[in-house]
């Protein structure tokens, strides 16, 4: 099995569950220490005021803010199709069961701003949670240190196009803290608990979210980031060299596998990697990233071989560079998201496809999907039986519940025909 990088989230989850009980104990106080050591800076309180979530929309460039508004329509037209209908089944004559779909009622949607800025993440959660129809949508990010301690302005002008009104200026681990326990501000705004925590992170975010499960609800772990790409021979090592650089552009922990059937390949890639990384802006993290344990070329003797190591590794992106791409990703079985052929690169996927850049990370896409419609949603049997079906089928409910030793099972069904019957001990 591939190795995942170092810095891990069980690594640090003993780490983060003394931050996560402080914001519980302490509120607001505890998220303005811990954004003063980790954001480098202490604002007068932590929700964003309405009025600047307006401001900052319109000081957007108009380029950035058009791109958001492709970003946003692109997105709701995908996930507007992930709409569920409720189901009634009629089991008998008398006796249906419906599942009903009912949103979450509240969720806390985090935009990550650490060593970079995502209000694209903003949209990748608010739209699949707006289009199955959640109420209440609160947004966190990190405090920067240039903007007086709010998020990003980007981080609000987003939010701002989307209809949310309730930002906070709160980052890592102490943000799932905050969004789980709730708090009030020091001007008296309250923050009030949320129901879920979604959205993607570092390992201290991945980690609070693993502290914090049960007591809320969770996606995916959508964790550092990783891209894989399958390629054979008919690949462009330009284009390949380009999209592993694009993902560990994230984060120095971020993966960026390759896996191919072709030495000649492999070697141009890396040549290509030498050369495009000396011209990149965030160069340094990129190196780390390539160089740690978590990158690298795997090389394999055909496809069939290629598709039992992607499908092992499970990766949160995975590109399919081959001949017949289309065929090659149909046998794919584990990935977050697959991007099919030359013109599928995953930076499209990141902001402008309409799919959802939030996904699953560490090999979680083996048994988890990414962000969508379905995270948002729970389904509600509703079981309605007439007498006369519940009466069809008690003969067959009271054996069951003898033969698991809990004969009040049986009684119960058994006691609206005047049936009842006395045990002995
Ligand atoms: N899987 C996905 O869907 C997906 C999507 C987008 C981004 N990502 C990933 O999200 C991550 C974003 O990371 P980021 O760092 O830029 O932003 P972030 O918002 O996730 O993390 C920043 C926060 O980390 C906390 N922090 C920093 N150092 C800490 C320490 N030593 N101890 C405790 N807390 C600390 C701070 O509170 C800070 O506010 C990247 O790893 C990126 O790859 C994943
Ligand atoms: N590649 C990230 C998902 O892992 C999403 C993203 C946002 N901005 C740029 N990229
Ligand atoms: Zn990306």
């Not at 991945?206 to 007591?215: D, E, M």
């Not at 330009?238 to 390949?265: C, G, K, N, R, Y």
């Not at 560490?362 to 049997?381: D, K, P």
């Not at 003898?402 to 058994?414: F, K, M, T």
Request: proline residues 5%; contains cysteine; glycine residues 8%.
């Amino acid at each position: 099995m591939l190795p995942r990088a170092e810095m891990n989230v069980d690594a640090v989850v003993e780490r983060v569950r003394p931050i996560v009980d402080d914001v519980r104990d302490r509120g607001v106080e505890a998220v303005l220490e811990y954004g003063e050591r980790f954001d480098g800076v202490r604002s007068e309180s932590v929700r964003v005021p309405f009025a600047a979530l307006r401001e900052a929309l319109d000081a957007t460039d108009p380029q950035v803010r058009a791109a958001l508004e492709t970003s946003i329509e692109r997105a709701r037209a995908v996930h507007a199709d992930q709409r569920r209908t409720d189901t009634t089944t009629q089991v008998v004559p008398g006796g249906t069961v419906t599942e009903r779909w009912v949103p979450v009622a509240r969720v806390g949607l985090y935009a990550p701003g650490g060593l970079a800025v995502y209000p694209s993440s903003v949209v990748m959660n608010v739209v699949p949670a707006q289009a199955a129809g959640v109420d209440g949508l609160v947004v966190c990010s990190p405090p920067q240190r240039e903007f007086g301690g709010r998020p990003h302005p980007l981080i609000l002008a987003a939010a701002a196009l989307l209809g949310v009104d309730e930002v906070w200026g709160v980052g890592g681990a102490q943000a799932v803290a905050l969004l789980a326990h709730g708090g009030v501000d020091t001007d008296g705004a309250e923050l009030e608990p949320v129901d879920m925590v979604t959205g993607p992170g570092n390992v201290y975010v991945t980690a609070a979210k693993r502290v914090l499960r049960g007591r809320i609800g969770i996606d995916s772990e959508a964790g550092t980031t990783e891209i894989a790409v399958l390629a054979d021979h008919t690949a462009d090592p330009v284009h390949v060299a380009a999209d592993l650089i694009s993902q560990a552009e994230h984060d120095p922990s971020a993966a960026s596998v390759l896996v191919t059937t072709s030495v000649e390949l492999a070697d141009a890639v890396d040549a290509e990697l030498a050369t495009q990384v000396a011209s990149t802006k965030h160069d340094e993290r990129i190196r780390t990233a390539l160089a740690g344990q978590q990158s690298g070329t795997i090389l394999v003797a055909d496809l069939d071989a290629g598709i039992r190591v992607v499908d092992a590794y499970a990766a949160e992106h995975l590109e399919i560079q081959t001949q017949d791409a289309a065929g090659v990703a149909a046998r794919v079985r584990n990935a977050g998201a697959i991007f099919v052929g030359p013109h599928s690169p995953v930076s499209l996927g990141d902001y402008c496809a309409g799919s959802n850049h939030v996904l699953p990370t560490a090999g979680c896409a083996r048994h988890s999907s990414g962000l969508s419609v379905q995270t948002f949603l729970r389904g509600i049997h509703v079981v309605d039986y007439s007498a006369d079906a519940l009466r069809d089928v008690a003969d067959q409910v009271v054996a069951l519940a003898e033969a698991e030793d809990l004969p009040a099972h049986g009684q119960a069904v058994a006691a609206r025909f005047g049936t009842r019957k006395e045990w002995s001990r």
